[in-house]
Protein backbone atom coordinates (compact mmCIF):
# COMPACT_ATOMS: atom_id res chain seq x y z
CA UNK A 1 0.00 0.00 0.00
CA UNK A 2 1.61 3.33 -1.03
CA UNK A 3 1.89 6.02 1.70
CA UNK A 4 -0.27 9.13 0.29
CA UNK A 5 1.83 12.14 0.01
CA UNK A 6 -1.19 14.40 1.71
CA UNK A 7 -0.65 12.14 5.19
CA UNK A 8 3.21 12.93 5.44
CA UNK A 9 2.74 16.60 4.90
CA UNK A 10 -0.50 17.16 7.39
CA UNK A 11 -0.68 14.88 10.37
CA UNK A 12 -3.12 12.14 11.70
CA UNK A 13 -4.35 13.85 15.41
CA UNK A 14 -5.15 10.38 17.05
CA UNK A 15 -1.11 9.48 17.01
CA UNK A 16 0.78 9.29 20.56
CA UNK A 17 4.14 9.23 20.84
CA UNK A 18 5.61 7.18 23.89
CA UNK A 19 8.34 8.12 26.12
CA UNK A 20 9.64 4.63 27.51
CA UNK A 21 13.02 6.25 28.32
CA UNK A 22 12.52 5.52 31.85
CA UNK A 23 11.42 1.59 30.99
CA UNK A 24 13.31 0.65 28.49
CA UNK A 25 16.32 3.06 29.06
CA UNK A 26 16.03 1.95 32.72
CA UNK A 27 17.59 -1.78 31.65
CA UNK A 28 20.78 0.14 30.65
CA UNK A 29 21.23 1.72 34.43
CA UNK A 30 19.20 -0.97 36.96
CA UNK A 31 16.73 2.08 36.71
CA UNK A 32 18.89 4.61 38.86
CA UNK A 33 17.32 7.70 37.69
CA UNK A 34 17.55 10.69 39.66
CA UNK A 35 15.04 12.20 40.58
CA UNK A 36 15.97 15.46 38.93
CA UNK A 37 16.50 13.14 36.00
CA UNK A 38 13.02 12.10 36.17
CA UNK A 39 11.02 15.45 37.11
CA UNK A 40 13.36 17.29 33.59
CA UNK A 41 12.17 14.40 32.10
CA UNK A 42 8.54 14.74 32.69
CA UNK A 43 8.60 18.68 32.18
CA UNK A 44 10.43 17.73 28.88
CA UNK A 45 7.77 15.45 27.56
CA UNK A 46 5.16 17.86 28.98
CA UNK A 47 6.36 20.87 26.78
CA UNK A 48 7.40 18.89 23.59
CA UNK A 49 3.89 17.38 23.59
CA UNK A 50 4.77 13.32 23.78
CA UNK A 51 1.14 12.27 24.82
CA UNK A 52 2.05 9.70 27.17
CA UNK A 53 4.78 8.96 29.42
CA UNK A 54 6.35 5.43 30.77
CA UNK A 55 8.00 5.39 33.86
CA UNK A 56 9.18 2.05 34.17
CA UNK A 57 7.93 -1.63 35.50
CA UNK A 58 5.57 -2.67 38.43
CA UNK A 59 8.07 -5.37 39.20
CA UNK A 60 7.28 -7.36 42.51
CA UNK A 61 9.64 -6.80 45.56
CA UNK A 62 8.84 -10.23 46.56
CA UNK A 63 10.75 -11.56 43.34
CA UNK A 64 13.28 -8.31 42.95
CA UNK A 65 15.44 -7.09 45.49
CA UNK A 66 14.69 -3.38 46.41
CA UNK A 67 18.25 -2.75 46.87
CA UNK A 68 19.68 -3.62 43.63
CA UNK A 69 17.78 -1.29 41.33
CA UNK A 70 16.79 2.16 41.05
CA UNK A 71 13.17 3.39 42.00
CA UNK A 72 11.56 2.83 37.84
CA UNK A 73 12.05 -1.09 38.65
CA UNK A 74 8.82 -1.00 40.86
CA UNK A 75 7.13 2.63 40.00
CA UNK A 76 5.54 3.10 43.23
CA UNK A 77 2.71 5.70 43.26
CA UNK A 78 4.42 7.77 45.95
CA UNK A 79 7.67 8.17 43.94
CA UNK A 80 5.95 8.62 40.45
CA UNK A 81 3.57 11.57 42.88
CA UNK A 82 7.18 12.47 44.13
CA UNK A 83 7.91 13.79 39.84
CA UNK A 84 4.86 14.41 38.96
CA UNK A 85 3.49 16.27 41.66
CA UNK A 86 -0.71 17.83 41.03
CA UNK A 87 -0.59 16.81 37.18
CA UNK A 88 -1.54 19.85 35.24
CA UNK A 89 -1.70 18.80 31.81
CA UNK A 90 1.35 16.88 30.50
CA UNK A 91 1.37 13.53 28.89
CA UNK A 92 -0.64 10.27 30.34
CA UNK A 93 1.53 8.28 32.77
CA UNK A 94 2.26 4.56 31.99
CA UNK A 95 3.94 1.91 33.45
CA UNK A 96 4.59 -1.75 32.32
CA UNK A 97 3.86 -4.73 33.86
CA UNK A 98 5.52 -8.08 33.06
CA UNK A 99 3.52 -11.45 33.15
CA UNK A 100 4.32 -13.28 36.01
CA UNK A 101 6.74 -10.54 37.80
CA UNK A 102 4.04 -8.42 38.91
CA UNK A 103 1.32 -8.79 41.87
CA UNK A 104 -0.87 -7.14 39.48
CA UNK A 105 -3.67 -7.44 42.77
CA UNK A 106 -1.52 -5.95 45.40
CA UNK A 107 0.85 -3.42 44.09
CA UNK A 108 -2.14 -1.90 40.91
CA UNK A 109 -4.01 -0.15 42.97
CA UNK A 110 -7.55 1.52 41.97
CA UNK A 111 -6.95 4.45 39.32
CA UNK A 112 -8.62 7.05 41.13
CA UNK A 113 -5.98 6.40 44.15
CA UNK A 114 -3.19 6.28 41.52
CA UNK A 115 -1.49 8.85 39.41
CA UNK A 116 -1.03 6.33 36.55
CA UNK A 117 -3.32 6.25 33.81
CA UNK A 118 -2.14 3.01 31.69
CA UNK A 119 -0.88 -0.21 32.62
CA UNK A 120 1.13 -1.59 29.65
CA UNK A 121 1.06 -5.72 29.96
CA UNK A 122 4.07 -7.25 28.49
CA UNK A 123 4.31 -11.01 27.56
CA UNK A 124 5.71 -13.45 25.55
CA UNK A 125 3.24 -15.30 23.06
CA UNK A 126 2.16 -18.34 24.87
CA UNK A 127 1.54 -16.09 27.95
CA UNK A 128 -1.16 -14.54 26.84
CA UNK A 129 -4.07 -15.86 28.66
CA UNK A 130 -1.98 -14.42 31.90
CA UNK A 131 -1.94 -11.11 30.22
CA UNK A 132 -5.92 -10.92 29.31
CA UNK A 133 -5.87 -11.76 33.45
CA UNK A 134 -3.81 -8.64 34.44
CA UNK A 135 -5.42 -6.71 31.56
CA UNK A 136 -8.93 -7.48 32.86
CA UNK A 137 -7.97 -6.53 36.81
CA UNK A 138 -6.07 -3.42 34.87
CA UNK A 139 -9.69 -2.47 33.20
CA UNK A 140 -11.93 -2.97 36.26
CA UNK A 141 -9.65 -0.70 38.60
CA UNK A 142 -10.42 1.98 36.09
CA UNK A 143 -6.75 2.10 33.62
CA UNK A 144 -6.54 2.29 30.04
CA UNK A 145 -4.52 -1.15 29.19
CA UNK A 146 -2.20 -2.20 26.34
CA UNK A 147 -0.72 -5.53 25.68
CA UNK A 148 2.90 -5.52 24.08
CA UNK A 149 3.41 -8.88 22.86
CA UNK A 150 7.42 -9.71 22.52
CA UNK A 151 10.09 -11.02 20.73
CA UNK A 152 7.08 -11.54 17.61
CA UNK A 153 9.64 -11.83 15.13
CA UNK A 154 9.95 -15.35 16.04
CA UNK A 155 6.58 -16.21 16.16
CA UNK A 156 4.42 -18.64 13.29
CA UNK A 157 2.03 -15.42 11.94
CA UNK A 158 -0.64 -18.07 12.62
CA UNK A 159 0.31 -18.20 16.10
CA UNK A 160 -0.01 -14.16 16.22
CA UNK A 161 -3.51 -14.33 14.89
CA UNK A 162 -4.43 -16.97 17.43
CA UNK A 163 -2.90 -14.45 19.86
CA UNK A 164 -4.62 -11.16 18.51
CA UNK A 165 -7.95 -13.14 18.46
CA UNK A 166 -7.90 -13.50 22.72
CA UNK A 167 -6.69 -10.42 22.61
CA UNK A 168 -9.40 -9.06 20.19
CA UNK A 169 -11.85 -10.46 22.84
CA UNK A 170 -10.59 -9.13 25.57
CA UNK A 171 -11.14 -5.04 27.55
CA UNK A 172 -7.36 -3.80 25.86
CA UNK A 173 -7.47 -1.20 24.85
CA UNK A 174 -4.22 -0.91 22.56
CA UNK A 175 -2.14 -3.96 21.07
CA UNK A 176 1.16 -3.54 20.57
CA UNK A 177 3.86 -4.92 17.66
CA UNK A 178 7.33 -5.37 20.18
CA UNK A 179 10.45 -5.84 17.77
CA UNK A 180 12.04 -7.37 20.77
CA UNK A 181 14.99 -8.53 19.04
CA UNK A 182 15.47 -5.79 16.41
CA UNK A 183 14.80 -8.53 13.30
CA UNK A 184 12.62 -6.46 11.35
CA UNK A 185 13.06 -4.93 8.12
CA UNK A 186 10.59 -2.50 6.83
CA UNK A 187 9.15 -5.17 4.19
CA UNK A 188 8.22 -7.28 7.43
CA UNK A 189 6.84 -4.76 9.63
CA UNK A 190 4.40 -3.79 6.81
CA UNK A 191 3.47 -7.42 6.82
CA UNK A 192 2.60 -7.32 9.79
CA UNK A 193 1.07 -4.49 10.41
CA UNK A 194 -1.60 -5.95 7.96
CA UNK A 195 -2.00 -8.72 10.16
CA UNK A 196 -2.79 -6.78 13.39
CA UNK A 197 -4.34 -4.30 11.53
CA UNK A 198 -6.89 -7.11 10.20
CA UNK A 199 -8.09 -8.21 14.12
CA UNK A 200 -7.54 -5.12 15.16
CA UNK A 201 -10.09 -3.26 12.99
CA UNK A 202 -12.57 -6.31 13.16
CA UNK A 203 -12.75 -5.69 17.54
CA UNK A 204 -12.26 -1.97 17.30
CA UNK A 205 -8.52 -2.16 19.39
CA UNK A 206 -5.84 0.57 18.77
CA UNK A 207 -2.38 -1.07 17.78
CA UNK A 208 1.45 0.47 18.28
CA UNK A 209 5.01 -0.30 17.74
CA UNK A 210 7.63 -0.65 19.78
CA UNK A 211 10.91 -0.64 17.84
CA UNK A 212 14.74 -2.03 18.51
CA UNK A 213 17.70 -0.37 16.79
CA UNK A 214 19.92 -3.62 16.01
CA UNK A 215 19.81 -3.23 12.15
CA UNK A 216 19.44 0.63 12.85
CA UNK A 217 15.35 -0.02 11.76
CA UNK A 218 14.31 1.16 14.58
CA UNK A 219 12.83 4.32 13.33
CA UNK A 220 12.62 3.12 9.97
CA UNK A 221 10.19 0.45 11.25
CA UNK A 222 8.12 3.36 13.44
CA UNK A 223 7.79 5.55 10.65
CA UNK A 224 6.86 2.93 8.55
CA UNK A 225 4.07 1.57 10.75
CA UNK A 226 3.40 4.84 11.18
CA UNK A 227 2.96 5.00 7.46
CA UNK A 228 0.83 1.43 7.75
CA UNK A 229 -1.68 3.70 10.19
CA UNK A 230 -0.43 2.48 13.82
CA UNK A 231 -1.29 5.12 16.22
CA UNK A 232 1.05 4.44 19.57
CA UNK A 233 4.36 4.56 18.67
CA UNK A 234 7.17 4.38 21.04
CA UNK A 235 10.69 6.32 21.58
CA UNK A 236 13.30 6.74 24.09
CA UNK A 237 15.51 10.06 24.00
CA UNK A 238 18.67 9.49 21.95
CA UNK A 239 17.36 5.92 21.88
CA UNK A 240 18.25 4.95 25.41
CA UNK A 241 16.97 1.20 25.79
CA UNK A 242 18.38 -2.20 25.87
CA UNK A 243 21.47 -3.05 23.94
CA UNK A 244 20.88 -1.10 20.41
CA UNK A 245 18.21 0.92 21.88
CA UNK A 246 15.08 1.92 20.54
CA UNK A 247 13.44 4.59 18.39
CA UNK A 248 15.05 7.54 19.01
CA UNK A 249 12.19 10.72 20.17
CA UNK A 250 14.45 13.57 18.08
CA UNK A 251 13.90 11.09 15.25
CA UNK A 252 10.82 10.87 15.87
CA UNK A 253 9.43 14.25 16.71
CA UNK A 254 11.56 15.28 13.30
CA UNK A 255 9.26 13.42 11.39
CA UNK A 256 6.19 13.89 12.80
CA UNK A 257 4.26 16.92 11.45
CA UNK A 258 1.72 17.88 14.29
CA UNK A 259 3.00 21.12 15.52
CA UNK A 260 2.24 20.35 19.25
CA UNK A 261 5.56 18.36 19.03
CA UNK A 262 8.55 20.56 20.01
CA UNK A 263 12.10 19.10 18.71
CA UNK A 264 13.62 21.48 20.20
CA UNK A 265 12.93 20.16 23.53
CA UNK A 266 14.44 17.26 23.13
CA UNK A 267 17.46 18.52 21.97
CA UNK A 268 17.56 20.36 25.17
CA UNK A 269 16.72 17.17 27.29
CA UNK A 270 19.75 15.35 25.33
CA UNK A 271 21.82 18.45 26.16
CA UNK A 272 20.94 18.54 29.54
CA UNK A 273 20.26 15.23 30.80
CA UNK A 274 21.40 12.30 28.47
CA UNK A 275 24.81 13.61 27.57
CA UNK A 276 25.67 13.49 31.67
CA UNK A 277 24.62 9.84 31.82
CA UNK A 278 26.39 9.04 28.73
CA UNK A 279 29.91 10.49 30.31
CA UNK A 280 29.09 8.00 33.65
CA UNK A 281 29.26 5.21 31.43
CA UNK A 282 25.71 4.42 30.55
CA UNK A 283 25.82 2.41 27.17
CA UNK A 284 23.39 1.83 24.52
CA UNK A 285 22.83 1.84 20.77
CA UNK A 286 24.07 0.40 17.77
CA UNK A 287 27.08 -1.84 17.40
CA UNK A 288 28.32 -5.06 15.99
CA UNK A 289 27.27 -7.19 18.86
CA UNK A 290 23.81 -5.91 18.34
CA UNK A 291 23.36 -6.16 14.76
CA UNK A 292 24.67 -9.93 15.26
CA UNK A 293 21.88 -11.06 17.57
CA UNK A 294 19.09 -9.08 15.37
CA UNK A 295 20.41 -10.84 12.11
CA UNK A 296 19.95 -13.74 13.47
CA UNK A 297 16.60 -12.87 15.54
CA UNK A 298 17.97 -14.05 18.71
CA UNK A 299 17.67 -12.13 22.57
CA UNK A 300 20.37 -9.64 22.80
CA UNK A 301 21.43 -11.28 26.45
CA UNK A 302 24.80 -12.32 24.57
CA UNK A 303 25.04 -9.28 23.04
CA UNK A 304 24.87 -7.66 25.55
CA UNK A 305 27.21 -9.78 27.79
CA UNK A 306 29.79 -8.69 25.38
CA UNK A 307 29.33 -5.38 26.03
CA UNK A 308 29.69 -5.57 29.69
CA UNK A 309 32.37 -7.56 29.24
CA UNK A 310 34.14 -4.36 26.91
CA UNK A 311 35.07 -6.69 24.37
CA UNK A 312 35.94 -5.47 21.06
CA UNK A 313 36.33 -8.96 18.96
CA UNK A 314 33.27 -8.61 16.86
CA UNK A 315 34.45 -11.30 14.66
CA UNK A 316 34.78 -13.56 17.06
CA UNK A 317 31.39 -12.56 18.85
CA UNK A 318 30.21 -13.53 15.18
CA UNK A 319 31.79 -16.63 14.96
CA UNK A 320 30.46 -17.83 18.15
CA UNK A 321 26.90 -16.75 17.42
CA UNK A 322 26.96 -18.74 14.14
CA UNK A 323 28.45 -21.86 15.54
CA UNK A 324 26.11 -22.46 18.55
CA UNK A 325 23.27 -22.51 15.61
CA UNK B 1 4.61 -0.82 -5.32
CA UNK B 2 4.57 -4.05 -2.78
CA UNK B 3 7.90 -5.57 -2.01
CA UNK B 4 8.30 -9.38 -2.93
CA UNK B 5 8.69 -12.04 -0.58
CA UNK B 6 10.45 -14.24 -2.57
CA UNK B 7 12.97 -11.11 -3.90
CA UNK B 8 13.76 -10.76 -0.59
CA UNK B 9 14.69 -14.27 0.45
CA UNK B 10 16.37 -15.24 -2.98
CA UNK B 11 18.38 -12.74 -4.50
CA UNK B 12 18.79 -10.46 -7.47
CA UNK B 13 22.21 -11.45 -9.84
CA UNK B 14 22.65 -7.65 -10.93
CA UNK B 15 23.29 -6.34 -7.30
CA UNK B 16 26.48 -4.47 -7.57
CA UNK B 17 27.58 -3.51 -3.39
CA UNK B 18 30.01 -0.09 -3.73
CA UNK B 19 32.56 0.30 -1.16
CA UNK B 20 33.04 3.46 -0.64
CA UNK B 21 35.16 3.98 2.71
CA UNK B 22 38.52 5.10 1.77
CA UNK B 23 36.62 8.19 -0.17
CA UNK B 24 33.32 8.97 2.06
CA UNK B 25 35.23 7.75 4.82
CA UNK B 26 38.56 9.89 3.71
CA UNK B 27 36.45 13.06 4.31
CA UNK B 28 36.92 12.02 8.26
CA UNK B 29 40.28 11.70 8.02
CA UNK B 30 41.68 13.84 5.12
CA UNK B 31 42.28 10.83 3.26
CA UNK B 32 45.41 9.95 5.73
CA UNK B 33 44.70 6.12 5.51
CA UNK B 34 47.77 3.61 6.02
CA UNK B 35 48.85 1.74 2.93
CA UNK B 36 48.28 -1.48 5.73
CA UNK B 37 44.89 0.31 6.25
CA UNK B 38 43.73 0.37 2.15
CA UNK B 39 45.42 -2.93 1.83
CA UNK B 40 43.33 -5.14 4.32
CA UNK B 41 40.44 -2.73 3.11
CA UNK B 42 40.81 -4.53 -0.35
CA UNK B 43 41.62 -8.27 0.90
CA UNK B 44 38.34 -7.73 2.81
CA UNK B 45 36.62 -6.31 0.05
CA UNK B 46 37.40 -9.72 -1.98
CA UNK B 47 36.66 -11.95 0.93
CA UNK B 48 33.40 -10.42 1.54
CA UNK B 49 32.35 -10.36 -1.84
CA UNK B 50 31.80 -6.76 -2.34
CA UNK B 51 31.58 -6.22 -6.33
CA UNK B 52 33.57 -2.16 -6.46
CA UNK B 53 36.20 -0.25 -4.42
CA UNK B 54 36.23 2.93 -4.41
CA UNK B 55 39.31 4.69 -3.75
CA UNK B 56 39.29 8.47 -3.12
CA UNK B 57 38.85 11.18 -5.08
CA UNK B 58 40.91 12.24 -8.66
CA UNK B 59 41.29 15.80 -7.13
CA UNK B 60 43.77 18.57 -9.49
CA UNK B 61 46.99 18.76 -7.47
CA UNK B 62 46.75 22.26 -8.87
CA UNK B 63 43.54 22.92 -6.79
CA UNK B 64 44.55 20.95 -3.85
CA UNK B 65 47.93 21.20 -1.59
CA UNK B 66 49.33 17.96 -1.51
CA UNK B 67 50.89 18.26 1.50
CA UNK B 68 47.51 18.36 3.48
CA UNK B 69 46.18 15.22 2.55
CA UNK B 70 46.46 11.36 2.46
CA UNK B 71 46.79 9.54 -0.98
CA UNK B 72 43.33 9.19 -1.28
CA UNK B 73 42.63 12.45 -2.14
CA UNK B 74 44.42 12.53 -5.35
CA UNK B 75 44.67 8.36 -6.34
CA UNK B 76 47.29 8.64 -8.14
CA UNK B 77 47.03 5.31 -10.45
CA UNK B 78 51.08 4.61 -8.86
CA UNK B 79 49.43 4.83 -5.48
CA UNK B 80 46.30 2.09 -6.60
CA UNK B 81 48.76 -0.10 -7.74
CA UNK B 82 50.74 -0.06 -4.65
CA UNK B 83 47.75 -1.74 -2.57
CA UNK B 84 46.43 -3.71 -5.46
CA UNK B 85 49.74 -5.68 -6.82
CA UNK B 86 48.40 -7.56 -10.12
CA UNK B 87 44.45 -8.04 -9.86
CA UNK B 88 43.59 -10.92 -9.64
CA UNK B 89 39.67 -11.39 -9.16
CA UNK B 90 38.67 -8.89 -6.12
CA UNK B 91 36.66 -5.68 -6.27
CA UNK B 92 36.41 -3.72 -9.91
CA UNK B 93 37.73 -0.19 -8.99
CA UNK B 94 36.61 3.20 -9.04
CA UNK B 95 37.60 6.71 -7.95
CA UNK B 96 35.31 9.97 -7.99
CA UNK B 97 36.35 12.94 -10.02
CA UNK B 98 34.23 16.07 -9.01
CA UNK B 99 32.98 18.67 -11.83
CA UNK B 100 35.26 21.38 -11.77
CA UNK B 101 37.50 19.78 -9.46
CA UNK B 102 39.45 17.30 -11.73
CA UNK B 103 42.31 17.54 -14.14
CA UNK B 104 40.49 14.96 -16.00
CA UNK B 105 42.26 15.16 -19.57
CA UNK B 106 45.74 15.32 -17.59
CA UNK B 107 45.19 12.91 -14.60
CA UNK B 108 42.96 10.41 -15.52
CA UNK B 109 45.20 7.84 -17.99
CA UNK B 110 43.21 5.66 -20.51
CA UNK B 111 42.12 2.55 -18.85
CA UNK B 112 44.85 -0.13 -20.75
CA UNK B 113 47.01 1.81 -18.89
CA UNK B 114 45.48 2.01 -15.43
CA UNK B 115 44.43 -0.09 -12.71
CA UNK B 116 41.12 1.67 -12.39
CA UNK B 117 37.66 0.61 -13.72
CA UNK B 118 35.29 3.17 -13.22
CA UNK B 119 34.79 6.60 -13.31
CA UNK B 120 32.55 8.09 -10.82
CA UNK B 121 31.39 11.93 -11.47
CA UNK B 122 30.35 13.83 -8.96
CA UNK B 123 28.02 17.47 -9.75
CA UNK B 124 25.51 18.95 -8.31
CA UNK B 125 22.00 19.44 -10.58
CA UNK B 126 23.47 22.96 -12.17
CA UNK B 127 26.44 20.93 -13.75
CA UNK B 128 25.23 18.67 -15.68
CA UNK B 129 27.19 19.26 -19.11
CA UNK B 130 30.15 19.58 -17.23
CA UNK B 131 29.47 16.12 -15.73
CA UNK B 132 28.63 14.77 -18.82
CA UNK B 133 32.09 16.36 -20.66
CA UNK B 134 33.93 14.05 -18.15
CA UNK B 135 31.95 11.03 -18.62
CA UNK B 136 32.30 11.32 -22.47
CA UNK B 137 36.02 11.47 -22.19
CA UNK B 138 36.02 8.28 -19.30
CA UNK B 139 34.09 6.22 -22.06
CA UNK B 140 36.03 7.59 -24.99
CA UNK B 141 38.86 6.44 -22.37
CA UNK B 142 37.27 2.85 -21.62
CA UNK B 143 35.97 3.56 -18.29
CA UNK B 144 32.74 2.24 -17.04
CA UNK B 145 31.20 5.91 -15.34
CA UNK B 146 28.60 6.67 -13.26
CA UNK B 147 27.22 10.19 -12.61
CA UNK B 148 26.48 10.71 -8.92
CA UNK B 149 24.01 13.46 -8.82
CA UNK B 150 24.44 15.39 -5.15
CA UNK B 151 22.20 17.12 -2.76
CA UNK B 152 19.17 15.96 -5.14
CA UNK B 153 16.82 16.28 -1.59
CA UNK B 154 16.62 20.10 -2.54
CA UNK B 155 16.34 20.12 -6.32
CA UNK B 156 12.40 19.84 -7.82
CA UNK B 157 11.25 17.12 -9.64
CA UNK B 158 11.31 18.85 -12.68
CA UNK B 159 14.79 19.57 -12.99
CA UNK B 160 15.86 16.37 -12.03
CA UNK B 161 13.94 14.73 -15.02
CA UNK B 162 15.68 17.16 -17.30
CA UNK B 163 18.87 16.04 -16.07
CA UNK B 164 18.04 12.67 -15.94
CA UNK B 165 17.29 13.02 -19.80
CA UNK B 166 20.59 14.77 -20.40
CA UNK B 167 22.31 12.03 -18.98
CA UNK B 168 20.35 9.58 -20.73
CA UNK B 169 21.40 10.70 -23.92
CA UNK B 170 24.92 10.91 -22.78
CA UNK B 171 27.54 7.69 -22.49
CA UNK B 172 26.86 6.83 -18.58
CA UNK B 173 26.48 3.73 -17.53
CA UNK B 174 24.86 4.50 -14.24
CA UNK B 175 23.13 6.97 -12.51
CA UNK B 176 23.08 7.78 -8.80
CA UNK B 177 20.62 9.02 -6.28
CA UNK B 178 22.63 10.87 -4.32
CA UNK B 179 20.96 11.94 -0.59
CA UNK B 180 23.89 13.93 0.45
CA UNK B 181 22.07 15.53 3.05
CA UNK B 182 20.60 13.02 4.53
CA UNK B 183 17.34 14.61 4.36
CA UNK B 184 15.07 11.60 2.55
CA UNK B 185 12.56 9.47 4.53
CA UNK B 186 11.93 5.95 2.50
CA UNK B 187 8.56 6.94 1.52
CA UNK B 188 10.49 9.85 -0.75
CA UNK B 189 12.78 7.60 -1.38
CA UNK B 190 10.12 5.33 -3.22
CA UNK B 191 9.01 7.89 -5.55
CA UNK B 192 12.51 9.32 -6.32
CA UNK B 193 13.43 5.43 -7.41
CA UNK B 194 10.20 5.50 -9.72
CA UNK B 195 11.19 9.16 -11.00
CA UNK B 196 15.14 8.04 -11.70
CA UNK B 197 13.24 4.44 -13.13
CA UNK B 198 11.07 6.44 -15.24
CA UNK B 199 14.03 7.63 -17.10
CA UNK B 200 16.88 5.29 -16.72
CA UNK B 201 14.67 2.15 -18.61
CA UNK B 202 13.96 4.54 -21.27
CA UNK B 203 17.56 4.76 -21.95
CA UNK B 204 18.98 1.75 -20.65
CA UNK B 205 21.08 3.23 -17.66
CA UNK B 206 21.85 1.28 -14.06
CA UNK B 207 20.61 3.22 -11.13
CA UNK B 208 22.76 3.46 -7.79
CA UNK B 209 21.90 4.70 -4.10
CA UNK B 210 24.35 6.57 -1.73
CA UNK B 211 22.79 7.63 1.21
CA UNK B 212 23.70 9.78 4.40
CA UNK B 213 22.59 8.64 8.27
CA UNK B 214 22.06 12.09 9.67
CA UNK B 215 17.89 10.30 10.39
CA UNK B 216 19.20 7.27 10.85
CA UNK B 217 17.90 6.57 7.79
CA UNK B 218 20.95 5.22 5.82
CA UNK B 219 20.52 1.50 5.04
CA UNK B 220 16.69 1.98 5.21
CA UNK B 221 16.37 3.86 2.11
CA UNK B 222 19.09 1.78 0.50
CA UNK B 223 17.27 -0.95 1.16
CA UNK B 224 13.79 0.74 -0.07
CA UNK B 225 16.01 1.50 -3.42
CA UNK B 226 17.03 -1.86 -3.62
CA UNK B 227 13.89 -3.31 -2.95
CA UNK B 228 12.64 -0.84 -5.89
CA UNK B 229 14.98 -2.23 -8.16
CA UNK B 230 17.99 0.05 -7.88
CA UNK B 231 20.90 -2.09 -8.15
CA UNK B 232 24.20 -0.34 -7.29
CA UNK B 233 23.99 0.26 -3.61
CA UNK B 234 27.28 1.94 -2.28
CA UNK B 235 28.13 1.35 1.71
CA UNK B 236 30.88 1.84 3.81
CA UNK B 237 32.35 0.04 6.99
CA UNK B 238 30.92 0.33 9.67
CA UNK B 239 28.74 3.71 7.78
CA UNK B 240 32.17 5.94 7.73
CA UNK B 241 31.53 8.62 5.99
CA UNK B 242 31.23 12.72 6.06
CA UNK B 243 29.44 13.78 9.01
CA UNK B 244 26.46 10.97 10.49
CA UNK B 245 28.17 9.03 7.83
CA UNK B 246 26.79 6.37 5.34
CA UNK B 247 24.79 3.07 4.82
CA UNK B 248 26.88 0.30 6.92
CA UNK B 249 28.60 -2.43 4.88
CA UNK B 250 27.80 -4.83 8.09
CA UNK B 251 23.97 -3.78 7.51
CA UNK B 252 23.61 -4.73 3.98
CA UNK B 253 25.46 -7.08 3.32
CA UNK B 254 23.22 -8.53 5.92
CA UNK B 255 20.47 -7.61 4.52
CA UNK B 256 21.25 -8.93 0.73
CA UNK B 257 20.87 -12.74 0.46
CA UNK B 258 23.59 -13.36 -2.35
CA UNK B 259 25.82 -16.29 -0.80
CA UNK B 260 29.01 -14.81 -2.29
CA UNK B 261 28.77 -12.03 0.18
CA UNK B 262 30.41 -13.07 3.61
CA UNK B 263 29.47 -10.98 6.88
CA UNK B 264 31.99 -12.47 8.87
CA UNK B 265 34.99 -10.53 6.74
CA UNK B 266 32.97 -7.44 7.71
CA UNK B 267 33.17 -7.46 11.00
CA UNK B 268 36.50 -9.03 11.36
CA UNK B 269 37.66 -6.07 9.07
CA UNK B 270 35.90 -3.52 11.63
CA UNK B 271 37.56 -5.43 14.54
CA UNK B 272 40.77 -5.20 13.38
CA UNK B 273 40.60 -1.93 11.72
CA UNK B 274 37.66 0.19 11.92
CA UNK B 275 37.64 0.31 15.97
CA UNK B 276 41.66 1.45 16.16
CA UNK B 277 40.43 4.34 13.74
CA UNK B 278 37.59 5.48 16.18
CA UNK B 279 40.17 4.93 19.07
CA UNK B 280 42.91 7.36 17.58
CA UNK B 281 40.09 9.91 17.58
CA UNK B 282 38.66 9.70 14.04
CA UNK B 283 34.85 10.46 14.37
CA UNK B 284 31.56 9.85 12.33
CA UNK B 285 28.00 8.89 12.60
CA UNK B 286 24.93 9.70 13.97
CA UNK B 287 24.22 12.86 16.23
CA UNK B 288 22.27 15.38 16.75
CA UNK B 289 23.81 18.45 15.06
CA UNK B 290 23.62 15.81 11.72
CA UNK B 291 20.44 14.99 12.40
CA UNK B 292 19.53 19.06 12.63
CA UNK B 293 21.00 20.03 9.28
CA UNK B 294 19.24 16.60 7.91
CA UNK B 295 15.38 17.55 8.94
CA UNK B 296 16.48 21.05 7.67
CA UNK B 297 17.77 19.89 4.52
CA UNK B 298 21.22 21.39 4.52
CA UNK B 299 24.73 21.00 3.84
CA UNK B 300 25.81 19.32 7.23
CA UNK B 301 29.14 21.82 7.01
CA UNK B 302 27.74 23.88 10.42
CA UNK B 303 27.81 20.48 11.31
CA UNK B 304 30.99 19.37 11.24
CA UNK B 305 31.90 22.80 12.60
CA UNK B 306 29.80 21.97 15.21
CA UNK B 307 31.60 18.33 15.87
CA UNK B 308 35.15 19.82 15.27
CA UNK B 309 34.52 22.60 17.88
CA UNK B 310 33.85 19.86 20.29
CA UNK B 311 30.04 21.77 21.09
CA UNK B 312 27.62 19.63 22.98
CA UNK B 313 25.03 22.18 23.10
CA UNK B 314 22.82 20.66 20.82
CA UNK B 315 19.89 22.86 22.18
CA UNK B 316 21.14 26.17 20.84
CA UNK B 317 22.61 24.46 17.21
CA UNK B 318 19.38 23.70 16.29
CA UNK B 319 18.10 27.43 17.64
CA UNK B 320 20.73 28.85 15.69
CA UNK B 321 19.89 26.88 12.58
CA UNK B 322 15.92 27.58 12.84
CA UNK B 323 17.02 31.27 13.45
CA UNK B 324 19.22 31.11 10.08
CA UNK B 325 16.32 30.71 8.27
Redesign the interface.
Known amino acids: ???QLEQ?MAFRKEIRVVDATLRDGGLCNDFYFTDEFARALYQTNKKAGVDIMEFGYKASKDMFDESKFGPWKFCDDEAIRRIVGEKEGGPEIAVMADVGRTDFRRDILPKDESPIDMIRVACYIHQIPGAIEMIEDAKKKGYKTSCNIMAISTNQEADIRVALNLLGQSPVDVIYIVDSYGSL???AM?RLCDVYKSVAHKYGKELGIHAH?N??????NT??AC?DGINYLDATY?GMGRGAGNC?M??LL??LRNPKYR??EV??F???HI?PLKEQGVVWG?D?QY??TG?LNQHPRSAIAFTKDGR????????EL?NID
Do not use: T, V, W
Not at 215 to 220: E, S, V
Not at 312 to 319: A, L, N, R, S, T
Open positions: MEKLYPEENMQMAFAAEGNAELGFEYFRIQDIYLLALKDYGDFYHI
